[in-house]
């Protein structure tokens, strides 16, 4: 099992950057054991995937949205993972969301274990 907080949401005028951070608890080498991803909701539509690490490999992957201007990164000594944002845009508002699961498929939303969410508004 694994729990995971975010952190770093907050707002921002467009243009502007933000780093979120999701930090893991739980027995193992949580990076090695579960595909990691960041999601995001905004209000009346369905949660998407933004970016990821699969538990098999260490590429990261990004949904088309968001490549070029967000960055995934991990801290596996502190089994911290970090979504960097910058050239944030209107449309990025929503509430983010860390995700962890022991599946492969890092773009399916059917994540076993969810944090609490953090809020991301961007102003325009």
């Known amino acids: 099992q694994v729990q995971l907080v975010e952190s770093g949401g907050g707002l921002v005028q467009t243009g502007g950057s933000l780093r979120l951070s999701c930090a893991a608890s739980?027995?193992?080498?949580?990076?090695?054991?579960?595909?990691m991803g960041w999601f995001r909701q905004a209000p009346g539509k369905e949660r998407e995937f933004v970016a990821g690490y699969s538990r098999s490999d260490t590429n990261t992957y990004y949904s088309d949205s968001v490549k070029g201007r967000f960055t995934i990164s991990r801290d596996n000594a502190n089994n911290t993972m970090y979504l960097q944002m910058n050239s944030l845009k209107p449309e990025d508002t929503a509430v983010y969301y860390c995700a962890a699961k022991t599946g492969y498929d890092v773009r399916s939303p059917r994540y076993t274990y969810w944090g609490q969410g953090t809020q991301v508004t961007v102003s325009s």
């Open positions: 739980g027995s193992g080498r949580i990076f090695s054991m579960y595909t």
